[in-house]
């Protein structure tokens, strides 16, 4: 259960609303039945693409709340430019999940990065390439990403990496609450709405700007977004990110 944003392209005042997301881990919603504080303190992380927009590549990760950490307002200011791609993760760890660093989104190999929000039961029976290694304490978000990594890897013949996410998770059969995600490879960025339980929690919008996209789980508190408008995702929709400026292709299942 976390708090998801992504940007791509030129969004004005980055900075600054990358920084009202981080209160989010002091006031973000909560789904139903887990009322035992406020927010999502159990963690944060943030990746950006590279400057040649060939991969993702890990800027930070750390434990607590973004909000009281230092680090995480050093890490967007010490970049000298907006990348390309940028995600930001807020986590409140799932109940079966512990809290550790090596459980925090985001999570990157190969060049892809992923960060969820949901809990996916008996996530170690999806099926996986065995040369993926795995980072975590058997986090459910690392086994989906590696699901998802291995259909990528193996596509079938004539299928865009957007069909083959579409088929990857139409064919899920296990149990989960849901499976809200951003996926990118620092060229192209994937964002996923599924959910199975709490739609008003699993909520993830965007707003697109003159020349970028925003994408959050829920509303950012930033006079810096007052331009544009945000657009709630249906469920079980999939949005393709690519391009300069960024543009949108959406796919419904």
């Known amino acids: 259960m976390c708090r998801l944003m992504g940007m791509c392209g030129k969004v004005d005042n980055w900075r600054e609303i990358a920084t009202a997301f981080s209160k989010q881990a002091e006031t973000g919603n909560l789904p139903p039945g887990r009322q035992n504080g406020s927010g999502h303190k159990d963690g944060w992380g ?8 060939t991969a993702m590549v890990p800027l930070v990760r750390q434990l607590g709340s973004a909000y009281e950490s230092p680090g995480y307002r050093e890490a967007l200011y010490a970049l000298p430019d907006q990348p390309d791609i940028l995600l930001c993760h807020l986590r409140q760890a799932s109940d079966i999940i512990p809290i550790t660093l090596s459980n925090t989104h985001p999570f990157v190999h190969n060049g892809w990065a992923f960060t969820h929000n949901g809990t996916v039961y008996q996530a170690q029976t999806l099926a996986r390439d065995s040369a993926l290694v795995f980072t975590s304490q058997d986090s459910d978000t690392e086994h989906l990403f590696h699901y998802l990594l291995t ?8 299928k865009t990496i957007s069909e083959i996410i579409v088929d990857a998770v139409s064919s899920l059969t296990l149990d989960y609450t849901a499976l809200n995600f951003m996926l990118s490879n620092g ?33 950012i508190d930033s006079e810096a977004l007052t331009q544009g408008r945000s657009t709630l995702l249906a469920n079980n929709c999939l949005l393709r990110i690519h391009g300069s400026p960024p543009q949108i292709e959406e796919i419904k299942f």
């Open 151 to 158: 259909k990528i890897k193996d596509p079938a013949p004539d």
């Open 46 to 53: 943030i990746t950006i693409s590279n400057p040649g927009q």
């Open 187 to 219: 060229r192209d960025l994937y964002v996923l709405r599924d959910f199975r339980k709490h739609e008003a929690y699993y909520t993830l919008y965007y707003c697109q700007l003159a020349a970028g996209i925003i994408i959050y789980s829920q509303p």
